[in-house]
């Protein structure tokens, strides 16, 4: 993920702009394979939960969950229209916790045991 991202500290400039808009213009074969390789590592069940206002969303949906699907890793995402960046911080999200909790009851084989049974 750094491939695209790493060369630039100015958050503010033109040229990010344009890479956080168009990232799979801007990653360049070699490293995709970098991504490919850091992304083949996980080897859990991952959940995406992600606004469609922030930029980073491109990087997202274009490059990171693509070459997750396409590794075949258990990955689930959720969107939640009209959110900010960091936005489960900003108050009750409709749904969230709902989201969570179905994602980790499914995906979590060990299931709690009260501690006074």
Sequence with gaps: MTGLL?????????EFEERMLRPKE????ERQSEVEALLSKINCPVQV???DVHPIQHVNFE?????MQRLGETLEVRQYPGR???????GTVPGLVEDV???IRR???TRPIPLNN
Excluded: C, M
């Design 6 to 14: 790493e060369h630039y500290e100015d958050r503010n400039s033109a």
């Design 26 to 29: 801007f990653l360049a074969a």
């Design 49 to 51: 939960l992600h606004s």
């Design 63 to 67: 490059v990171i969950i693509p070459t």
């Design 84 to 90: 900010e960046h960091g936005f489960y911080w900003q």
């Design 101 to 103: 909790d179905f994602f």
């Design 107 to 109: 995906h979590i084989k």
